[in-house]
């Protein structure tokens, strides 16, 4: 009984204190946020026009703040106790976000875009490079007959004695998890017939049971570089690539998805014609519904009775690349899938290619001589603009009318690219879509970026860099970084963060 007091005496004094901690580190009364400016570089009245939209959040208490952004800052927030620490789950949460703060404010804007992006990923596509079971099965049993009873042995297995080509097979994410009837057309092994290598081989491990049967097997895919890695002084064949020398880069669309056949660039003087019966390239698979022939499934509670699938067997060459010099260096989609964007290493020049869903090439442009760079490219695509970075930290702008046409707007470059500090990373940390509180928005010849945990914006036009401010809150600023108030991200990686410019 005393200790059941005492635990209660210690559950209240903690309780007090934490209050008394948030009382004092976010300034009475809670629900008030205030917005500082510290200019870093430039003139701040360049980001006069522009507007941010996030939230904060505490234990179960979460603040959207929407700040007008420039010389003069201003914020206007809202504050709400939930009853979980979860917008995601609070009965009400859904009706406190859908409140605008200021006149054409959508605060669910993010979430749908996040729906739309998990439909475009449901279509992206991999490369798996394996032996089919049936072989594997066999292997195993030849290798069993030559054991005895309770023996642990393993084997050197050189592919070629039992196949001439690797199986590269092409799978897509969505329809998976429902039968084999639909896992049949998610495969193809007619992209990529590459032959075995003659010295290249794996491991595998069995051991047997009282009778001499096999009841261990472990296979050692990689065995090959751990035993024969390193070729003796003066050997000039290449080390076989084995299981590891292709592989498929993808980008799901509304209809369809794009998917481009990439080979390890050593592997590519090696590389012979007929390893590509349908070419070499990026190609264009439309998708299609087909219902199940044995009834219907339930997920999250709701029937499902057919499922999109890939039409393999309708792929089409969109945009042949020469095996031996080209090279795909990125691919990113608009948020609506309705179009696709790809940097592609073609001899000495770099192209950004624009395509319609379906596969229709709608721009096709060399990328200005800065952004000429060996790699690193990483393509951010909007519903009316995308932004091409290289991996030295220059970037170029275009803008995208209604056809999907792209306008070349400026080239610039982040001077910070090569210093440590968040000032620096704002191209190699986004992805095609919002992320960690990282945004870009376009208007009028100004691109402005913003990113962080705390704060920050840069904006550029055709000079260069205007301007890099921080706004710090008064969330941030009185708790600090580790006191548990931050911006929440909804969703996992994804923050709620909508950067515009008011028009």
Known sequence: ???????????????????????????????RVEVQLQVVEGDPSAADGLALMTIHRYENLFWKSRIALGAQPAILSDFRLDEDTSLHTGANSPHWLAQPLAEGDNWLHWDEEREQQLLLEDKGMYLETVLPDELCREIEAELGRTMGPHEEKTFEVWLKDYVDNYTDMVVAHRGMWYTEEVLAPCYTDELIRRPVEEDFCVAVTLGTDGQGGVSYVDWNWGYYYEAYGDRAEGDTRPIPFGFDGV????????????VAVQMFREMAPLAQEDWFPRGYGIFYVPWSYEPFQNGSFYMNGEPVTGVDIPRFEEMTLVLPLDRTTGYVEAMGATPDGSSMWAVTREGAEVWLTGFADGGAVLYRQP?????????????????????????????????????????WQFNARNPYWDEEGWHGYWRSGFSGYRSYGEDLAYCDGKLAVCGG???????????????????????????????????????????????????
Not at 469 to 490: C, F, H, M, Q, T
């Open 453 to 503: 945990d705390e704060l920050w914006v840069q904006v550029y036009d055709k000079t260069g860099l205007l301007c890099t401010v921080e706004y710090p809150l008064s969330l941030d600023s009185a708790s600090g970084y580790g006191a548990g108030l931050r911006p929440y991200y909804y969703g996992g990686n994804d923050t709620p963060v909508q950067l515009f410019w008011q028009k």
């Open 1 to 31: 009984m005393r200790k059941s007091y005492v635990a209660c005496v210690v559950l209240l004094v903690l309780s007090l204190a934490a209050g008394l901690w948030l009382s004092v580190t976010i300034n009475e009364p809670i629900d």
């Open 247 to 258: 592989s498929v880069e993808s980008q799901g669309m509304a209809k369809g998805s794009f």
């Open 367 to 407: 990328l200005p001589g800065e952004l000429m760079d060996a790699s690193g490219y990483v393509v951010h695509c909007r519903e009316d603009f995308l932004v091409v970075c290289s991996g030295s930290g220059t970037f170029a702008v275009y803008t995208l009318a209604e056809d999907g046409v792209a306008q």
